[in-house]
């Protein structure tokens, strides 16, 4: 899937992380399609700050969960977020940085190219 996915810049998606192991497939990277509800296309380097942001909002990203064999995210880790809480967290003034060469293009679905550059890395 990834061979034909492309990210904002309109060229082939790239990894966004493999530690931990990222994106609605767990592949290692933000992929989309139908069943993916969430839309879990942006590509961010998560802060202790939306995290924190993403908990109150009802979404613990912080916290391990062995079942779903998920480690919990810390500061610096990279993780394909869903794109309205990324742009929930942009409306707030907290959106984490994103790679934009790692971010799915359908995230131009919910935000714009302009938000995105403005917290890429």
């Not at 082939?12 to 992380?17: A, G, K, Q």
């Amino acid at each position: 899937m990834s061979s034909k996915a492309l990210n904002v810049l309109g060229l082939p998606l790239i990894p966004c992380s493999l530690d931990p192991v990222t994106g609605y497939y767990r592949d290692g990277c933000c992929n989309t399609d139908q069943h993916d509800l969430g839309s879990h296309v942006i590509c961010a380097v998560v802060s202790d700050e939306f995290l924190s942001f993403s908990k109150i909002r009802g979404n613990d990203l912080s916290t391990p969960r062995p079942e779903y064999n998920f480690p919990g995210l810390k500061d610096g880790d990279q993780w394909c977020l869903c794109a309205l809480r990324w742009r929930e967290a942009f409306s707030a003034g907290i959106a984490p940085t994103v790679r934009l060469e790692s971010t799915h293009q359908r995230a131009l679905d919910f935000v714009s190219i302009e938000q995105l550059k403005e917290y890429a890395e």
